[in-house]
C-alpha cells in the first residue's frame, strides 16, 4: 500500500494558525473559552449579541466563580439587567460546567468617546439591510442553482447577492 499523501500541499488552514493567538488575547483578558467571544452571536443570540460585547472575565480572591463583564449603551442596559440570569446560563452552557456567579454591565456612550465608543450594528440582523435589486437576486440564484445542498445553496446565492450588490454600487 503507498504512503498517504498530504492533499494540501503545503498549506495549513488559517484557523489553525490563528488558534494560538486568539487563545492567548483571550485568555489575557479572562477568557478561558474564546468561543464566547468569537461567536458571542451564536452564545447569546442576535437580538442581546447586537446590543452588548463581552469584555472581560475577572475571577475574586477565592476563585469561586467568575465575574462577566458586559459593555453596552445606556439605552440598552436596563434590558440586559433583566435578562442577567438568562445571559449567565448560556454563558455557563459554552463553559459546561457553573464558571460564571455574576454578570456586570457596563456602560458606554453610542458616540463620543474615545476609548468607551462601540459599535454595536455589526450584529444586527440583515433584515434592517437594504432591499436588494431582484434582477440581482435572480442572478445570484441562478448561479447557487446547481448546488445540491439547500443551506449552502442559499448561502452561495447570499454570497453572490452582497458581491453583486458591492461590484454595482
Given at each position: 500500500m503507498p504512503p498517504r499523501r498530504?492533499?494540501?500541499?503545503g498549506f495549513t488552514r488559517t484557523a489553525s494558525?490563528?488558534?494560538?493567538?486568539?487563545?492567548a488575547a483571550s485568555e489575557s483578558r479572562g477568557f478561558a473559552q474564546?468561543?464566547?467571544?468569537?461567536?458571542?452571536?451564536?452564545v447569546v443570540g442576535t437580538d442581546i449579541a447586537a446590543i452588548s460585547r463581552p469584555v472581560e472575565v475577572s475571577y475574586g480572591r477565592g476563585g469561586m466563580g467568575a465575574t462577566l463583564t458586559l459593555l453596552t449603551t445606556g439605552?440598552?442596559?436596563p434590558m440586559l439587567e433583566?435578562?442577567?440570569?438568562?445571559?449567565r446560563a448560556k454563558v455557563n452552557a459554552v463553559y459546561g460546567y457553573n464558571a460564571i456567579a455574576r454578570v456586570r454591565i457596563t456602560?458606554?456612550?453610542a458616540t463620543g468617546f474615545a476609548d468607551g465608543k462601540v459599535s454595536f450594528e455589526a450584529t444586527k440582523p440583515a433584515a434592517d439591510a437594504a432591499p436588494v435589486d431582484p434582477d440581482i437576486r435572480q442572478k445570484a440564484a441562478q448561479t447557487a442553482g446547481p448546488v445540491q445542498d439547500d443551506g449552502l445553496r442559499d448561502a452561495l446565492a447570499r454570497l453572490g447577492e452582497?458581491?453583486?450588490t458591492k461590484t454595482n454600487r
Open positions: 498530504a492533499s494540501t500541499k494558525l490563528l488558534t494560538g493567538r486568539i487563545r474564546s468561543r464566547l467571544l468569537t461567536q458571542w452571536t451564536e439605552a440598552q442596559a433583566m435578562q442577567k440570569e438568562k445571559l456602560q458606554t456612550a452582497n458581491i453583486l
